[in-house]
Structures are given as C-alpha cells and as structure tokens.
C-alpha cells in the first residue's frame, strides 16, 4: 500500500477519535448544565433533597468541578441546618447556616435563606430568654403559694402568639405542667397518701411525754424537754430525719417553710419542728414546692 493512503487513513482516525471526544465533551456539558439548573430550580422550590442529587448528577459529568462541589456542600449544610432547628439546637444550627452563608462557590438564593435564618435564630433567642424569666417567675411565685399569682403570670406567656410556634415547645410544656398544678392546688386536689406528718396532732402532751420517756438514747434534758412539749414529739426521731440530702435542716428553713405552709391555708402553729421537716424533705423528694407538697398532702 503506497505511503498516502496510510496518512490518509490515519488522518481519518484521528479525525473519527477526535470528533468523538469531542462530542462526547459537548454532550457532558449539556447534561451538566441541564443538571446544575435542576439543581437550583429545586432550591427555589425548597426541594433540597432532589437538589442534592442534581448536583450530585453534575459532579458525573464534571467531577471535582468547583461549582457543583460547592451547591452540593451547600445544599448539605442547609438541610442539616434544618434539622438542627426542628430539635431545637440553636447554637448548632446557626452554625450550619452561617456556613451556607460563607459557601463562595454555591448558590447565592441559598446564601440568602439561610441568612434569612441565622436572622430568626437570634431573634428566637432573644424570645426564648424572656419567656424563660417570666415563667421563672411564675415558678417562684408558685413555690410561695401564690397560685393564683402564678397562673396570671403563665397568662401572659400563653396569650402571646409566638409562644405556640415550635421553637418554644419546650418552654410551653413546662408552662403547661406548672399551669396544671397551680389549678390543682387552687381546687385543693390531693395527690398523694398521708406522710408521717399527716397524722393527728391530737395526742395529749402526756402521751407525747410517755413516748419521749421510753426513748432510748435521750439525755436527761432532752426527755425533759420532751415531757413538756405540747406539739409532737421530735426528742425520738433519728439523726436522718431531721436532714435533707444528708445536711441538718435549719431553724431558719423550718421558719420558712412555716410561713409557706400558712399561705397555703393550712395551720401551721400546730405542727411541730418535725412536722414541718416532713414536709420540707417530702417536697424536695416531689420536686413540688412546700405550700403545694403540704396543700396535697394535708
């Protein structure tokens, strides 16, 4: 075969390999721009995780293309973003969508939704700290059994429209629960079977003489001090009963707790030191405060 017909074969070769790969070329960069406005279309639409596996699709045709890495990353970060502001994990979620924000090589509507929420975080911050003080409030007004108080106090976080959206549904439960035992006490409802210090305080200071007596490990004083207190006798009681979580309970706590127990209408004059230490420890071991542990448990 002479010399010009293998340059013209081999002129054709080249020719068909090259024509090939380039239309092979020209068709990857149709299907990958078909891809990345798929993509983008979906993120208008708020439909990210379709826009994930477009951009994923463009990556086939470009892969480590700068852009397509970049919505990927981005669409990724915003959705997890997402999910952070559903569990309520505000710190983590900023964090997501501050990184949308900072994406250089991604989409600039995403950019601005997720500036848009980085906005609503601080302001459900901000939200989130007053309502927390209010019904902080509102507990404290509770633990010094002014239900009635505390109920007008949650009144004001439940009458406002933004607690009820769900960035503040965990606050709302405890406002709930809280708004629940005030009723309870304010309807006088019990709870509960009667603690030590529901018995009578009927005894006749000679009975509570005759028990104090038969004591074994009294000093002398402290029988005769016994004989000659009228309330229950508290001369008998173990060391463990006169502490909460292994501290001595203090006069001034049983002063305290005396004025508690009064405003929650119950007469506080004719329970004894130990009476009133029952019912300390029994709303601590309750969580309840002691005008509603007493009120429920009378």
Not at 164 to 172: A, G, K, M, T
Not at 236 to 247: F, I, M, R, Y
Not at 265 to 289: C, E, F, L, T
């Amino acid at each position: 075969m002479k010399k010009w017909m293998w340059m013209v074969i081999t002129a054709v070769i080249v020719l068909c390999v090259g024509g090939y790969a380039f239309a092979r070329h020209t068709e990857n960069d149709k299907l990958y721009n078909q891809a990345m406005t798929e993509g983008n279309s979906q993120i208008s639409k708020q439909n990210y995780t379709s826009a994930e596996t477009a951009f994923n699709n463009a990556l086939r045709y470009r892969p480590n293309d700068i852009s397509a890495t970049g919505h990927l990353s981005q669409t990724q970060s915003f959705v997890s973003a997402q999910d952070q502001l559903n569990n309520l994990q505000f710190t983590k979620a900023e964090d997501e969508y501050q990184s949308v924000v900072n994406e250089k090589n991604g989409s600039s509507t995403l950019a601005l939704k997720a500036k848009f929420q980085v906005s609503l975080i601080k302001s459900v911050e901000t939200n989130r700290n007053k309502f927390e003080k209010i019904y902080q409030q509102a507990l404290t007004q509770s633990g010094q059994a002014q239900y009635q108080m505390s109920n007008m106090t949650l009144q004001s976080l439940l009458s406002n429209a933004d607690i009820h959206q769900p960035y503040y549904s965990d606050i709302l439960q405890k406002v709930n629960t809280l708004k629940s035992q005030n009723d309870k006490a304010i309807s006088g409802q019990t709870t509960g079977v009667a603690n030590s210090f529901d018995q009578s305080n009927s005894n006749s200071s000679s009975s509570s003489s005759s028990s104090a007596s038969s004591s074994s490990g009294l000093t002398s004083s402290e029988k005769q001090a016994a004989a000659n207190y009228p309330g229950k006798n508290e001369f008998s009681v173990t060391k463990a009963q006169t502490e909460l979580n292994g501290k001595v309970i203090t006069q001034s706590q049983i002063n305290s707790a005396r004025q508690q127990i009064k405003a929650s209408g119950i007469d506080a004059n004719a329970m004894s030191n130990q009476d009133v230490r029952n019912i300390i420890k029994g709303a601590a071991a309750n969580h309840q405060s002691i005008g509603q542990y007493a009120k429920t448990h009378r």
